[in-house]
C-alpha cells in the first residue's frame, strides 16, 4: 500500500470518527436502527430464557419463588397495616389527599451515544414524554428519565443534567443533587446554618415529584461555602454497576 492511499483512508476513518462523534444527524438515525436491533435481541434471548426456564428449571423455580412470594406476602401485610394507620391520621385530620406510589421494573436498551456512559436509551411501556421520572436500583438513586425527542432518556447520577432534591444527615438539610461528569455528585444550595458533617448520608426529600422520601443516594465526602450556602461532594451508593434493568417511579403519590 503507497503512502498515498494510506494517508486517504486515515483521513477518511477520522472523519467518519468525527462525524459520528459530533453529527447528530448522521449518528440519530445509525443508533436508531441498533436500539431497534438491540431491543429484538432482549426480548429474543429474554423469550428463550423464560421457555427454558419453564421446562428445565420448574420445580426449583416455583420452591423459590414460593418462598419469595411468603416474605413478600409478610411485608405486604405489614405495609398495609401501615398505610391503614397512616389514612386514619389522615382521615382524622381531614387530609384530602392519598399515598399510592406506583413502580415499573423498565429496561436500558442502549448509550445515547459513543462513549458517553451516563446516558442510556430506555425502554419504558407506556411513556409519558410531559413527566420526569426518578430511577433506581436496587433501592439506590441512580438518576432520572426525561424525554428528549419523544424517547426516554436516562440521565445517569453522574450526568450534569441529572437533578432532584435531597435531604442530608439527621437534621435533613435540604439541598439539590446533580451530577458534574465525575465519579462524584455534588449538593448545592444547602443553607449556610445547617451543621454538615463528613460521613453525612444524602437521601431523597420527596418534595420534587421525582422520588418518594427517604432512598440513599450516597454519603458527605467534604463541605465548602459559596455565596451564602454550602455545597457538599457526595460519594454516590449507586456506581454504574450494571446498565441494564432499572426500577421508575411512574407516580410517587
Known amino acids: 500500500m503507497n503512502k498515498e ?20 444527524i448522521i449518528q440519530s438515525p445509525v443508533i436508531n436502527s441498533l436500539n431497534f436491533f438491540k431491543k429484538s435481541y432482549h426480548d429474543t434471548t429474554q423469550y428463550i430464557y423464560d421457555t427454558l426456564d419453564t421446562y428445565f428449571f420448574q420445580t426449583h423455580k416455583i420452591r423459590d419463588l414460593k418462598e419469595e412470594l411468603q ?20 382521615n382524622i385530620q381531614d387530609a384530602n389527599f392519598t399515598l399510592s406510589p406506583q413502580i415499573a421494573l423498565v429496561r436500558a436498551i442502549s448509550y445515547e451515544k459513543f462513549g458517553n456512559f451516563n446516558r442510556l436509551w430506555m425502554d419504558i411501556p407506556d411513556y409519558n414524554g410531559s413527566k420526569i421520572y426518578g430511577l433506581t436500583y436496587k433501592e439506590l438513586v441512580a438518576g432520572i428519565v426525561i ?11 453522574q450526568d450534569i443534567k441529572s437533578a432532584y432534591s435531597v ?23 444547602i443553607p449556610a446554618f ?40 457526595i460519594e454516590p451508593y449507586y456506581k454504574n454497576f450494571e446498565p441494564n434493568y432499572f426500577h421508575i417511579i411512574k407516580r410517587v403519590r
Request: no cysteine; net charge neutral.
Open 147 to 157: 424525554n428528549k425527542n419523544s424517547r426516554p432518556l436516562a440521565l445517569l447520577n
Open 71 to 90: 416474605k413478600y406476602e409478610n411485608n405486604h401485610l405489614v405495609m398495609q397495616e401501615l398505610a391503614n394507620e397512616v389514612n386514619d391520621l389522615y
Open 5 to 24: 492511499l494510506f494517508s486517504f483512508l486515515l483521513v477518511t476513518t477520522a472523519l467518519l470518527l468525527g462525524a459520528f462523534s459530533y453529527n447528530n
Open 194 to 233: 445547617y451543621n454538615i458533617k463528613v460521613g453525612d448520608e444524602v437521601t431523597t426529600s420527596g418534595l420534587d415529584d421525582i422520588f418518594i422520601k427517604g432512598l440513599r443516594v450516597g454519603k458527605v465526602l467534604s463541605v465548602n461555602s459559596s455565596q451564602g450556602y454550602q455545597n457538599a461532594i
Open 167 to 189: 435531604f442530608i444527615g439527621e437534621k435533613s438539610a435540604p439541598g439539590i443533587a446533580h451530577g458534574n461528569n465525575n465519579k462524584n455528585l455534588i449538593v448545592s444550595f
